[in-house]
């Protein structure tokens, strides 16, 4: 999407929102819309190709270090970027998102890795993860945690599904002084937690070599193996 169609997208977003606010449950409805759960024309319009998301997806894989013969998967994979980025290097991957929009539109961004059978798409809970123990090599969740009710059953699940020395890598808003001014509209639906309370988490689930860290003044990272 070019500069300007982001101008466009956040015209539409204002507009959307400013509905939603005059329905029932306005702000929970704006929330699930443009975030938690995307749908519809605003859910498509942010997520078919979200370049504000870029850093946290190249970070992510420069994390996981991925190969060809290992198989990925990300979780709340949104509209599919991530899993487009990956399957250039990777030859199967699968993806999870809580919205049937999502799914759908990851299956159109990579329909080809669909049709070759390379890509496995479901619609899920990040808690209760439909794959089999130790499925996959490398599990990845970015710019999604902040909406996940169960962070630690999540990490569980994500350590259950993968094989030994499988690699993790979450990237997410980090907790700070000034959160209220700096994430906007979202900031009271949001789950942060501070760079020791999501290694903590880590450690819990059961991942070795934890690292957790500001990537940047906005996002932290976590990392732990199987």
């Known amino acids: 999407m070019t500069d300007t169609g982001y101008w466009i997208a956040g015209a539409l977003l204002a507009f959307g929102a400013a509905i939603l606010w005059q329905k029932g449950n306005g702000y929970q409805r704006f929330v699930d819309t443009t975030a938690r759960k995307p749908s519809g024309w605003l859910g498509r319009a942010l997520y078919l190709d979200p370049k504000p998301h870029y850093r946290s997806f190249r970070c992510a894989l420069e994390k996981l270090r991925l190969t060809p013969d290992d198989v990925f998967l990300d979780v709340c994979c949104g509209g599919g970027t991530l899993l487009r980025m990956a399957l250039l290097i990777v030859h199967r991957a699968a993806g999870l998102d809580f919205g049937p929009d999502m799914v759908a539109l990851s299956r159109e961004n990579n329909i080809l890795a669909v049709e070759e059978g390379r890509l496995d798409l479901r619609e899920g809970e990040a808690a209760a993860l439909p794959w089999s123990d130790e499925a996959f090599d490398a599990v990845a969740n970015a710019n999604a945690l902040i909406f996940v009710a169960k962070p630690l059953d999540f990490f569980r699940e994500a350590y259950r599904v993968l094989k030994p020395g499988g690699r993790f890598v979450v990237i997410t808003a980090a907790k700070r002084r000034c959160a209220p001014i700096f994430y906007g509209p979202w900031y009271p639906s949001l789950k942060l937690y501070t760079n020791d309370e999501l ?3 880590l450690r819990s689930a059961g991942f070795a070599a934890v690292t957790a860290y500001a ?10 193996t199987k």
């Open 215 to 224: 990537l940047d003044a906005g996002n932290q990272i976590g990392c732990g």
């Open 199 to 201: 290694a903590a988490m």
